[in-house]
């Protein structure tokens, strides 16, 4: 509005908006399912460090994806700019009455935090420990929290998990973004793509007795089709690679691609040293062209991620 209206002076009144970039700074995920996964790459998108904690079996691929791993969630959320959690709430304890996952982002988390981090968790309310948060809100560890939780209405009585987070609003409302567990609530494609395979699912099943993403046990008369996730969605599995074989011209763009690539470094490896600035003037730009092709071809066709025999 004041740009609008001829009310602002670069030269002197931009100092008083002050802005950060994301470039450079440290995400701690916590999490590496689909969706930890896709935000951390989201992350490292806008040049973040990214690092993740996760089960240790997850290590290998969170490494050969560029990602920092974290054997702890105080290692992960130490020096970290943002976090954002990605768990589930895990398995019920009837005994204590609890999630096994409630209140993990407890205080000695938000305390590893740089100060002013920024706090997201759109997975499940209980997640956080609310107490540890207005801790961190008042002491300034976190300078924001963006929380995305149920909250249900019967007549004037409040409930659900977003129901703790009210009692911050008064004080810190300027720094929280409330929402009732909305976020996933959008067209992404994914979910269209989800809700069609689904559909598609049920008429294999019902016309042709094939079942995708078994769960429990096959009806007799029936196959097992292995499982199956819309393009994009989880790592890679025999299926997806299966599909792509069909496809002869990707597969084979993506082998002479690849030749090129591995042809290029084996002659260079293979030279004398005093030969190699010759052997990469002549073959640099076709090395960066199928380098490029690979790269391309490799995100279209989702080719990254942890390999599963399974879902992922």
């Known amino acids: 509005a004041l740009v609008a209206g001829g009310q602002f002076d670069t030269g002197k009144d931009l100092r008083h908006y002050p802005t950060e970039k994301l470039e450079g700074k440290r995400l701690a995920v916590i999490g590496y399912g689909n969706i930890g996964r896709e935000f951390a790459r989201l992350g490292q998108a806008f040049g973040m460090r990214v690092a993740i904690h996760a089960r240790p079996r997850h290590r290998k691929w969170i490494e050969l994806e560029g990602f920092d791993y974290a ?106 973004e409330l929402l009732p567990h909305a976020a996933a609530d959008t067209d992404h494609p994914s979910r269209v793509a989800g809700a069609k395979q689904a559909i598609d699912q049920i008429y294999a099943a019902v016309t042709e007795h094939r079942v995708y993403n078994l769960k429990g046990s096959l009806p007799p008369g029936f196959v097992d089709m292995g499982a199956k996730v819309p393009p994009g969605i989880g790592g890679i599995n025999p299926q997806h690679l299966a599909a792509l074989a069909d496809d002869q011209n990707a597969a084979a763009d993506l082998a002479q691609s690849s030749a090129v690539v591995a042809a290029f470094w084996e002659r260079v490896l293979a030279a004398p040293e005093q030969e190699r600035p010759a052997l990469i003037a002549s073959g640099g730009e076709t090395f960066a062209e199928a380098a490029n092709r690979l790269s391309t071809h490799l995100r279209r066709h989702h080719l990254s991620g942890p390999f599963s025999q399974g879902s992922t």
């Open 71 to 176: 054997a702890t969630m105080v290692d992960a959320a130490r020096g970290a700019d943002a976090l954002s959690v990605h768990l589930g709430l895990g398995a019920f304890d009837a005994g204590q009455q609890r999630y096994a996952n409630a209140g993990l982002i407890s205080d000695g988390v938000l305390c590893a935090l740089n100060p002013g981090a920024v706090l997201i968790n759109y997975d499940r309310g209980e997640l956080v420990d609310v107490a540890a948060l207005e801790r961190a809100l008042e002491s300034g560890r976190v300078s924001h929290a963006a929380i995305d939780a149920d909250l249900f209405t019967d007549g004037a009585a409040l409930s659900g998990p977003m129901l703790p987070y009210l009692k911050l609003v008064e004080r810190y409302g300027q720094r929280l």
